[in-house]
């Protein structure tokens, strides 16, 4: 990947606060390495017929999660077969490594079963693949007739995105738009749903964009705002 790419998505959230361009950008090239190696894998993920999220239908975890330490390995991290698959199926009390352990998981198992799919749709908010309620968003510009549309198309850290209506939370289902608040962190809007908590943070389609990377932006923007919130209110 381009080192420009990273520079820019970089300063999405950060514009020109170097301090928070410089942390957000290690992350950027972090997972750009990971998604590159990601992408020389070629796996046949077997799934179980009827299970939805389709990954807890995957019958040959332990082979994932080889591919997963490997993956893990070569970028200088340590983890083994077993503690990557409860990384996975525990989500609660994860550690850092953990979570970056089951993003990889994730990932590989997607690239597994993009083409026993078929078109899936979100199952009360929730990634048909994985499981994970999506936290990023991005804004699409789509010609229609004389004019151009708006779409909005969630992400999740799996891989899997569909298109969603705005200020409609994926947690809860809220729909009122009154209930919600919009936060800005420069170019990166975020939407908190105000009856369960939920953010969602959406940046614009941009070719300098790897959409792949775009869940790294928001969650690194989430927690600045959740951070920055707890800090004015000690």
């Given at each position: 990947?381009?080192?420009?790419?990273?520079?820019?998505?970089?300063?999405?959230?950060?514009g020109?606060?170097?301090?928070?361009?410089?942390?957000?950008?290690?992350y950027?090239?972090?997972?750009?390495?990971?998604?590159?190696?990601?992408?020389?894998?070629?796996?046949?993920?077997?799934?179980?017929?009827?299970?939805?999220?389709?990954?807890?239908?995957?019958?040959?975890?332990?082979?994932?999660?080889?591919?997963?330490?490997?993956?893990?390995?070569?970028?200088?991290?340590?983890?083994?077969?077993?503690?990557?698959?409860?990384?996975?199926r525990?989500?609660?009390?994860?550690?850092?490594?953990?979570?970056?352990?089951?993003y990889?998981?994730?990932?590989?198992?997607f690239?597994?079963?993009r083409?026993?799919?078929g078109?899936?749709?979100?199952?009360s908010?929730?990634?048909?693949?994985?499981?994970?309620?999506?936290?990023?968003?991005?804004?699409?510009?789509?010609?229609?007739?004389?004019?151009?549309?708006?779409?909005?198309?969630?992400?999740?850290?799996?891989?899997?995105?569909?298109?969603?209506t705005?200020?409609?939370?994926?947690?809860?289902?809220?729909s009122?738009?009154?209930?919600?608040?919009?936060?800005?962190?420069?170019?990166?809007?975020?939407?908190?749903?105000?009856?369960?908590?939920?953010?969602?943070?959406?940046?614009?389609e941009?070719?300098?964009?790897?959409?792949?990377?775009?869940?790294?932006?928001?969650?690194?923007?989430?927690?600045?705002?959740?951070?920055?919130?707890?800090?004015?209110?000690?």
């Amino acid at each position: 990947m381009e080192s420009r790419v990273v520079e820019v998505m970089a300063k999405i959230p950060c514009g020109s606060n170097t301090e928070c361009y410089m942390d957000l950008k290690e992350y950027l090239e972090l997972y750009a390495q990971l998604h590159e190696l990601i992408d020389s894998i070629n796996i046949e993920v077997e799934v179980e017929r009827g299970k939805y999220p389709l990954m807890e239908g995957v019958k040959n975890v332990e082979e994932v999660a080889g591919k997963t330490a490997e993956v893990l390995k070569a970028v200088g991290v340590g983890i083994d077969e077993a503690e990557i698959i409860d990384s996975v199926r525990n989500i609660s009390g994860r550690s850092e490594l953990g979570h970056l352990a089951s993003y990889v998981f994730r990932r590989i198992a997607f690239r597994g079963l993009r083409n026993k799919m078929g078109s899936p749709t979100w199952i009360s908010g929730r990634c048909p693949v994985c499981g994970l309620t999506p936290i990023t968003g991005i804004y699409r510009k789509v010609p229609h007739e004389f004019y151009t549309q708006t779409k909005l198309e969630l992400y999740c850290l799996c891989g899997f995105s569909l298109e969603h209506t705005p200020f409609n939370c994926p947690s809860c289902g809220n729909s009122d738009r009154s209930r919600f608040e919009v936060l800005l962190l420069n170019k990166v809007k975020i939407q908190r749903c105000m009856s369960c908590g939920h953010m969602i943070a959406i940046i614009d389609e941009d070719p300098f964009i790897f959409k792949d990377l775009a869940h790294v932006i928001a969650a690194y923007s989430i927690v600045r705002v959740m951070s920055a919130e707890e800090r004015q209110g000690q």
